[in-house]
């Protein structure tokens, strides 16, 4: 069974463009969430998707960041524009309705 | 406000010891607990969790221990192996609202010394 796919795996783009993060889950998971990672410190949560629904967006930093899920398959985080403090390692996790949640292997996204 | 501490950013342990990793948290409405494991370049693994309901749970050469009294959990590894080196998050969850997302301490990078 495949587990969760991230693409791309490494980013780097100038202050002001736009990236787009993919997180393809583990197939059947209702659950998908998003996760950053900001230089060597915790994870922090970002949102988090029940199917095609944002069931908590509270870790969301501001209006620049777009999470998508539609048709409750795989999602999307779109970051516009770009910030160097954007940079850091993007995790995406899903889980099944109960259980532990299942890391992809992240994109490290770099805004020079 | 960290609400999940894991105050040794490292551990450096013998082959063939315990290893011992510690959590504190400070939100009493964290009912579940979970440990991972994370390589470089490799997102993390789930290892092992407990429900607040219960104050130790064992996989294997893993057992994780809970103490809710004093909002401390611990992982303990043993025998310690040279693979088990990674970094290790500790993370919970409170279960109100629907809500699963995770709150995760800074990590402990573990050092197993052949």
């Known amino acids: 069974e495949a587990g969760v796919t991230q693409f791309p795996s490494h980013s780097v783009i100038e202050k002001g463009q736009t990236v787009t993060l993919r997180c393809d889950p583990i197939s059947g998971h209702d659950n998908l969430y998003w996760y950053r990672r900001v230089m060597g410190k915790e994870i922090k949560f970002l949102l988090h998707?029940?199917?095609?629904?944002?069931?908590?967006e509270s870790g969301m930093p501001n209006n620049r960041f777009l999470a998508e899920r539609t048709g409750g398959t795989y999602s999307t985080l779109k970051v516009q524009p770009a910030e160097l403090e954007d940079s850091g390692v993007y995790f995406c996790?899903?889980?099944?309705?109960?259980?532990?949640?299942?890391f992809g292997q992240g994109t490290r996204l770099t805004v020079v | 406000d960290q609400q999940v501490k894991q105050n040794s950013p490292s551990l450096s342990v013998q082959e063939g010891r315990i290893s011992i990793l510690n959590c504190d948290y400070t939100n009493s409405m964290f009912d579940y607990f979970l440990w991972y494991k994370k390589y470089p370049a490799e997102g993390p693994t789930f290892l092992i969790s407990i429900s607040s309901i219960k104050d130790k749970n064992e996989d294997g050469r893993f057992t994780v221990f809970l103490n809710k009294s004093a909002k401390h959990l611990s992982l303990h590894i043993v025998p310690s192996q040279p693979g088990d080196s990674a970094v290790y998050f500790c993370a919970a969850v409170a279960h109100n609202f629907g809500n699963e997302k995770l709150t995760f301490g800074t990590g402990t990078r573990l050092t197993i010394i052949p």
């Open positions: 998707f029940v199917k095609e629904s944002k069931q908590d």
């Open positions: 996790a899903s889980s099944p309705r109960e259980g532990a949640a299942f």
